[in-house]
């Protein structure tokens, strides 16, 4: 998955001594990590700061992404010739469901037509975060951003979301101009070489209060029944006080 590592392990046991050792990516056989004497990594941008290679020969990537999904393949010399060993590595994207266990849950209520903003309550990101933001029980992929690629976010654009996502410098989604169908759980990852976050939100749009012109007429109204009733009670109390001074 996405943010997840893995290890490739050549299993050199039968080997009792190896020259070298050479790591290729893809269809083109590019080098991207080898041991010769001392371990060294090509410069391929897509696997910055990502390999570590030891003297084993296993080659371990970390915080994986779709763009890592490949072939892979080690070439081993040694003493009585080369042997390659082939891994076939496949990247999905972060997982729809986040296990219960795992990610800190928030309760967020708004009234509907309000923005509503879920922290994640990260300071500050180190610049190869992956954040992925999921709605429902379903998991629909709502807004990512690969923030080490320098992409701009992606934000759902079916019609219940449209132009009204938006994603901060710390990967806090916003939701502007709520619905009530906007009720419901939502849940990020983010991930890194150094970490991976998970935290969950169920958030509660209540109705909407009158609106400003319909709620003006109803005070309005009660305000002159207020008056109409005081003028009652003055004009009852006037004759009542004429009928008393006539007797």
Known sequence: MEGDSVTLNPDLTHIQEFILIVWRFGSQGSTIAKIVDEISYEAEEIFKDRLQLDHTGSLTIKNMKTEHS??????????????????????????????AAEGEMKLMSVKEGDPVI????????????????????????????????????????????RDRLKLDQTGSLTITNTRTTDSGLYKV????KKRTLYKRFTVTVGGSRCCGFTEAVIQLVLSALVGVAGVVILIYEFRTSRRTCGQ
């Open 70 to 99: 490949g072939l892979y393949k080690a070439e081993i010399g040694h003493s009585t010739g080369t042997l390659s060993t082939i891994f076939i590595v496949t990247v999905y994207e972060s997982p729809a469901v986040i296990d």
């Open 118 to 161: 879920l922290q994640t309550d990260v300071p500050q990101l180190t610049g190869d975060e992956l954040i992925v933001w999921r709605f429902g029980d379903e998991g629909k992929l709502i807004a990512k951003h690969d923030i080490e690629a320098k992409s701009s976010p992606l934000y759902d654009e079916e019609e219940r979301f």
């Open 189 to 192: 990852k983010i991930s890194s």
